[in-house]
T-cell receptor
Framework: GENVEQHPSTLSVQEGDSAVIKCTYS??????FPWYKQELGKRPQLIID?????GEKKDQRIAVTLNKTAKHFSLHITETQPEDSAVYFC?????????????FGKGTRLHILP | NAGVTQTPKFRVLKTGQSMTLLCAQD?????MYWYRQDPGMGLRLIHY???????AKGEVPDGYNVSRLKKQNFLLGLESAAPSQTSVYFC????????????FGPGTRLTVL
């Protein structure tokens, strides 16, 4: 079946360093790729998304890159800060299934070390 | 705007009991979703709705039923709760299909003993 694979499951980086989380998808028709951040005990919230007509999108310290040929997309966080500690989820739709769902990755727990 | 709200916030059930979780949104969204979140499993879709009066199965629908009688409300029912349904349940709403931002509710923590 069509899945969204997310790696790594856990990531620890020193404050100030960069963090990269990668997701792969299987449906070649997918054209929308969001990233959600979930702080401890809170709800998931969208932090950035990208559509397939662009290869990269930036918003201050976060960026998402998309490689449609390889069917993977990545979240980049630069100059990490303590408030970046959270669980991050990627997601992708499955247009070939002709439904209106998106499938979430299993999440990456990011720890920012002091 | 309250966004997406869920009631209750917490609930403890005994095996075999039933309950209904209520989700409400005030953003006039067509699409609404129910997810469950378990450690290490991400967000798994239970059921969803593409409009008032319609519902569809997600990835893990067994043991749950839903109804969307009003556009702003999406109800999730457990007819006979089982310990395997212990989880955190999130409701979400969004625009057209899976191609737009989903707005999540605060979650309901359910424990089935």
């Amino acid at each position: 079946g069509e899945n969204v694979e997310q790696h790594p499951s856990t990531l620890s980086v020193q404050e100030g360093d960069s963090a990269v989380i990668k997701c792969t998808y299987s449906d070649s028709a997918s054209n929308y790729f969001p990233w959600y951040k979930q702080e401890l005990g809170k709800r998931p919230q969208l932090i950035i998304d990208i559509r397939s007509n662009v290869g990269e999108k930036k918003d201050q310290r976060i960026a998402v890159t998309l490689n449609k040929t390889a069917k993977h997309f990545s979240l980049h966080i630069t100059e990490t800060q303590p408030e970046d500690s959270a669980v991050y989820f990627c997601a992708a739709p499955r247009p070939m299934n002709r439904d209106d769902k998106i499938i979430f990755g299993k999440g990456t727990r990011l720890h920012i070390l002091p | 705007n309250a966004g997406v709200t869920q009631t209750p916030k917490f609930r403890v059930l005994k095996t075999g009991q039933s309950m209904t979780l209520l989700c409400a949104q005030d953003m006039n969204h067509e699409y609404m979703y129910w997810y469950r979140q378990d450690p290490g499993m991400g967000l798994r879709l239970i059921h969803y709705s593409v409009g008032e009066g319609t519902t569809a199965k997600g990835e893990v629908p067994d043991g749950y039923n839903v109804s969307r009688l009003k556009k702003q409300n999406f109800l999730l029912g457990l007819e006979s709760a089982a310990p395997s349904q212990t989880s955190v349940y999130f409701c979400a709403s969004g625009g057209t299909g899976g191609y737009n931002e989903q707005f999540f509710g605060p979650g309901t923590r359910l424990t089935v003993l």
